[in-house]
């Protein structure tokens, strides 16, 4: 037997209106919105710091092999950008402030900043900080589950290039370690 969608269409165009100030958040949103604009938050702390590390790695990658590596590192920084473009804008939806503030920024992330000193500590330090990302936003998408749907989706698009990112780093470790 089909399960029938029967919707109170005055209702819903009832509470469009009582809440208009809030924007995307509607009344029905089941998460909690508070710890959302947290996590995401903490997310953006995140992507920020590995966009700065990922732009030192790039400049200062240096050696036979290094221009691959340093373009591979540019290329990374910029989709971390685009990820944490991303976050704020939907920190915004949500009715909450991106948090861009240098003060405490490290501090807000999961991953660290960490220079590494030659290529192979840098991919290293870089694949590290994939893996938290990665194991960050499994454990977000879980929480929110279908409660927000929407970031849910966005996260898991966002965890599909970190994966990818991880395996490019992977790719790239396996190469100069065996060029050694």
Request: charged share 30%; net charge negative; hydrophobic share 40%.
């Amino acid at each position: 037997m089909a399960k029938e969608f029967i919707s109170d269409i005055k209702k819903i165009r009832a509470r469009a209106r009582k809440h208009i100030e809030d924007g995307a958040v509607t009344a029905g949103y089941r998460a909690d919105v508070k710890t959302v604009v947290k996590l995401l938050n903490e997310a953006l702390a995140t992507e920020l710091v590995c966009v700065l590390r990922y732009r030192r790695h790039h400049f200062m990658a240096a050696g036979l092999s290094a221009q691959t590596v340093a373009e591979e590192f540019l290329l990374h920084a910029n989709e971390e950008q685009a990820h944490a473009d991303l976050l704020a804008g939907r920190i915004v939806q949500l009715g909450g402030a991106p948090n861009f503030s240098p003060e405490g920024l490290s501090a807000r992330s999961h991953a660290e900043y960490v220079e590494g000193e030659n290529l192979i500590e840098m991919i290293r330090e870089d694949l590290v900080a994939e893996r938290i990302a990665i194991d960050s936003y499994g454990e977000m998408i879980r929480y929110l589950g279908s409660d927000d749907p929407t970031t849910r989706r966005m996260l898991e698009g966002i965890l599909a290039m970190e994966e990818e990112h991880a395996d490019d780093l992977v790719s790239l470790l396996e190469k100069q370690t065996s060029a050694r």
